[in-house]
């Protein structure tokens, strides 16, 4: 157990920081809010007070977001994932032995896919 204590007491000084932060946030924080303060941001695209056609989730919301910040969040993604799993495999790499080496191919050639949907989509095109 003692090997335990310090991870324990990590853990309980980050979240003893965070309820405090929180508190103070509130408590201290502005509270004046105005329109713009309110209003939905997505990344710098301007709502647009009525849906653009369409029904259903759209329509409730009342804003239409383009595909591009969906293309935007997918290529973050993809490269994301990429790198989680290079790093570690990239550091074991001797260990693994030629099971590790057909895996990440594998692996290469599936975010290699995804990477050329992205590109064929249009969006790596920053226009």
């Not at 993604?77 to 799993?85: A, K, L, R």
């Not at 570690?88 to 590790?100: I, M, S, T, Y």
Request: hydrophobic letters at 55%; aromatic letters at 16%; one cysteine or more.
């Amino acid at each position: 157990m003692n090997v335990y204590v310090p991870i324990l007491v990590l853990g309980a000084i980050a979240v003893a920081f965070a309820v405090f932060s929180v508190i103070v946030a509130s408590v201290v924080g502005p509270r004046r809010y105005n329109r713009a303060k309110l209003e939905a941001y997505e990344c710098g695209i301007e709502p647009t007070p009525q849906a653009l056609g369409g029904s259903g989730i759209r329509g409730a919301i009342g804003q239409r977001i383009p595909v591009k910040y969906y293309l935007t969040a997918m290529l973050f993604i993809i490269f994301d994932i990429e790198i989680v799993f290079l790093y570690p495999w990239a550091v074991h790499f001797d260990v693994l032995g030629l099971f590790g080496l057909a895996a990440m191919a594998v692996f290469i050639f599936n975010v290699s896919v995804a990477y050329v949907y992205e590109w064929r989509r249009g969006g790596l095109s920053w226009d």
